[in-house]
């Protein structure tokens, strides 16, 4: 009969403890990824909040500069309609087809900047609308972050540890990230503490 050795019960657990460790080790590898994604999605969503409030600052600036024209234009129109009002019976017909030559560019010059500023004030409501989107998007991504490093830390402790329960809460917690970072860049579900 051929002579079967049987292993050493220690050489198992050994062997058993290292596929756990590999695995653990994949798993680690995976929650960093996400981790990366995550982090990512968070800084871009930061960027696009920040530029767009610059935006539409700059957008508000500059429709702030077209009212003062169009209110500018509007105070020299009634100042010529006042003095027309005044002089109109002294006045030669020159100065009066002058006088309504400049009334009527002032009125023009009053309504192309108040149509401009109406382009104006919708490119600043869109920059605020964007700004107001990233700014939902930023607490999913930083909650996903603490979440995801925790994992990590967590499935680096069950290594050392051995332990699988740990490992379990390492996945979890993961789990919960990679779902809020999901969160992040679909915004599928508002929840209220997070806003």
Known sequence: MAEVEIPDPEELEELKGNVFTKRVALTTAIFAVMLAITSLGGNNAMKEMLLAQQQSSDQWAFYQSKVMREHMYKLQKFQLETSLVERRTSMGPGTLRHYEDSIRLMDEEENR????????????RGQETLRDLNKSKDPYFDYAEVLLQISIVMASISILAGSAPVFYASVTAAVLGGMLSVNGFLLLVRIPFLQ
């Open 113 to 124: 900047y108040k149509a401009e500023k109406k382009k104006i004030e919708e490119d600043a």
